[in-house]
């Protein structure tokens, strides 16, 4: 379990900073990819790398908030503190999902 965080830990900081860092770089293009990443993008990231998890290893709290915590740097550093507010979403999207992905780990542990 430990080397799957590891991996989770990388994608999570790849999904979350590459779209804004590739805004930094074109500018043209930076509000809608803002939009675009804040709403979807990570948005489905957090949901589906949850349900994924907990698939693998069952509800764990610590992978939802590892998930959702993940985004502090980001929003700290490529946007603004209103955006914090995300961390939240993230989090209970992360729950959601952590729940979905525990729903096919009883199936399959009951199997």
């Known amino acids: 379990m430990k080397k799957s965080i ?3 830990v990388i994608i ?4 979350y900073n590459i779209r804004p ?3 930094v770089m074109f ?6 990819l803002f939009i675009t990443d804040l709403w979807i993008i990570n948005s489905l990231y957090a949901l589906i790398s949850s349900i994924i998890m907990s698939k693998k290893y069952g ?7 590892l998930i959702a915590v993940l985004f502090i740097p980001t929003a700290l550093i490529y946007y603004n503190k209103a955006a914090l507010i995300y961390t939240i ?3 209970i999207l992360a ?3 952590g ?3 525990n729903l096919f780990y009883k199936r399959k542990t009951n199997k």
């Open 6 to 8: 590891g991996i989770l």
């Open 12 to 15: 999570s900081l790849l999904i």
């Open 21 to 23: 860092i590739s805004s």
């Open 27 to 32: 500018p043209s293009i930076a509000d809608y």
């Open 59 to 65: 509800f764990n709290i610590l992978i939802v908030l």
């Open 89 to 91: 979403i993230y989090f």
């Open 95 to 97: 729950f959601i999902g």
């Open 99 to 101: 729940f979905i992905g």
